[in-house]
Each structure stands twice: as C-alpha cells, then as structure tokens.
C-alpha cells in the first residue's frame, strides 16, 4: 500500500523528511506534464536507463485504453527494443484492432521487491519499481520488424530460447498483431528503504522492516511428451529475472 494521505500537521518531521525513500533522478524533468510523478516526486524516475531497466525485467505489463465507450486493461507481455515498446496479440482481435487504428494508450508495469512493515498500520508500504507509459500504438507491418519484435518477446521470458524453437510459420505471423509504442512518454517511481514511522511510534515494542520479495523459479517441469534423454538447457535450470534481461 502506498500512503494515500499526507501526515497530520503535528507531525514533528515535514512531509518531505517523511518521505525520504527515494531515488536520484538523472533526468529531473519528465518529457511530458502528463508522466510527471505529481504524488511522492522524490521518488519518480525519468531518465531512460532506469525506465528500460524496469521493463526489461518485468514479464507482464498492463494495457489500458478505450473500447467502445468501457475502459479496458488486459495483462500481457511486452518486450522492449531500443526505445519502442512492443505488444502483441491475436489479428482476430477488435480490441486490438481499435488500437492499432490509433487509440490513446497507457501502459504500466510493477516490480514488488518488498513489504514494508511499519509501527502503524497507515505507514506500511511497499518497496516497489514501476513504470507508466503514455502514448498511442502503431501496428507493424514489415515482416522483418514483425519477426524481430517476436523474437523479442521470446527472449524477454526466456533469453536464448527463440534459438532454439521453431519460428513462427507464415499462416503464424498472419494471425498475430504487433503494435509498439514509442517511450517518449514514460516515467518511473520507486520506493526502496526501510519504513518511515512518526518519532513517537519507535518506541513501540512491535517488529518493523522489510520483507523481501523476488521472483524466483522452481524444479523444471518436463512435457510427458518430452522425448526421454533431452535434459533443460542452462537457461532454464539457471534462469532469473534482473540485470541480465537488459538490452541496449
């Protein structure tokens, strides 16, 4: 939970002091009124290294936008190349079809690394990385940049995988949507550190910190259809979400 109200008044600290979980921008200015962090700003991010870092290391974005007069926001991958972000879905679909037709759309993603446990219930938080972007969607109809696009999206799940597997088929390509958006719209905002009590609440004899979280891969579970001798390559029985995803 992020804190949806200010402190009181009393309070000894100011509202900045309170808030001191924050990141350095390198980029203080955002590129747009639209993605500057108006709420918490000492958290927010512009600068694209930050903003690419996010994205390369999250597996599910949500789409939001417009259809028919209702709000719609579908989960789905996404995968970044240079300064475009890509999604992609089935060619059958009207929904995103509209958008493809140039539909304003929003797009975020959330990177939760921590639960933050306070003295009082209204101070706990969550450490957290994410990232919003504005912005309209283009399809892609060269077939190179098609292809590129999903080669992208298998290798930011799995990196090293495309490889490996069959490419898409013709009658494949033909059924899938690609649209992109470009970043020039995109903020992030991140909380890390400790909880931020009121000076009167340390005293309280009840635990408080953080509790980390990641995403982290189980035991390998082979297809029954496998053919018996085949054994997981090292991207799989060694794979991790982080740093490593990143791509220029």
Not at 206 to 226: H, I, N, S, T
Request: hydrophobic letters at 40%.
């Amino acid at each position: 939970m992020s804190r949806a109200v200010a402190p009181c008044a009393s309070c000894a600290r100011s509202v900045n002091d309170l808030y001191y979980n924050s990141v350095s921008t390198i980029e203080a200015r955002p590129a747009s009124q639209r993605v500057r962090v108006r709420r918490l700003p000492n958290r927010a991010a512009y600068d694209r290294a930050t903003i690419h870092a996010i994205l390369d290391e999250a597996l599910v974005c949500h789409l939001g936008f417009v259809h028919a007069d209702q709000p719609i926001v579908l989960p789905t991958l996404h995968a970044r190349i240079g300064d475009r972000l890509y999604v992609h879905g089935s060619s059958a679909s009207r929904m995103l079809g509209q958008l493809a037709r140039g539909v304003a759309a929003c797009i975020t993603v959330t990177l939760v690394d921590g639960i933050v446990l306070a003295r009082s219930a209204f101070h706990h938080s969550i450490n957290y990385r994410s990232v919003v972007l504005l912005g309209t969607a283009r399809l892609v109809t060269d077939p190179d940049d098609k292809l590129a696009a999903l080669r992208a999206f298998t290798d930011q799940v799995v990196p090293g995988r495309w490889d490996e597997v069959r490419p898409p088929t013709p009658q494949e390509l033909k059924a899938t949507s690609v649209l992109w958006l470009p970043l020039d719209e995109a903020s992030a905002k991140v909380r890390t550190g400790p909880p931020v009590d009121d000076d009167e609440d340390y005293a309280m004899d009840v635990w408080a910190g953080v509790l980390p979280l990641r995403l982290q891969a189980l035991e390998p579970a082979a297809d029954p259809r496998l053919t018996p001798g085949i054994r997981p390559p090292r991207y799989v029985t060694a794979y991790h979400r982080g740093a490593a995803h990143a791509r220029t």
